[in-house]
């Protein structure tokens, strides 16, 4: 089975850039669509955007699309997340997933595979 690990995860000032990544070992990650979500202290996880496993289909949540910008390089194992203009509400815990993706938005179930998480820290 795949395993999932995020990285990137740091303090960032308000409006500045971060990359996040989403590296897999244990499988290759081309046969999987990956996603990203993120959990902020007290609210309930959401979606940030997912990839297909060709990179032929996207998904942004919460019209992140703009700032954010998800992609791959299969030949490394690895996602990226490209956070640019960082906002205080972007700070959060952000997780990669295996999941369904779908240029109308992303799913998983009991049987998708989970990073233990990268916290963005956004503070001036």
């Known amino acids: 089975q795949v395993q999932l690990v995020e990285s990137g995860g740091g303090l960032v000032q308000p409006g500045g850039s971060l990359r996040l990544s989403c590296t897999a070992s244990?499988?290759?990650?081309?046969?999987?669509?990956i996603g990203w979500f993120r959990q902020a202290p007290g609210k309930e996880r959401k979606e940030v955007a997912c990839?297909?496993?060709?990179?032929?289909?996207?998904y942004y949540g919460d019209s992140l699309e703009g700032r954010f910008a998800i992609s791959r390089e299969n030949a490394k194992n690895t996602v990226y997340l490209q956070m640019n203009n960082v906002q205080p509400e972007d700070m959060a815990v952000y997780y990669c997933?295996?999941?369904?993706?779908?240029?109308?938005?992303?799913?998983?179930?009991?049987?998708?595979?989970w990073g233990p998480g990268t916290q963005v820290t956004v503070s001036s």
């Open positions: 997933a295996t999941v369904f993706c779908q240029p109308y938005g992303v799913g998983y179930n009991d049987k998708s595979f």
């Open positions: 244990g499988s290759p990650l081309d046969v999987y669509d």
């Open positions: 990839i297909s496993s060709s990179s032929g289909t996207t």
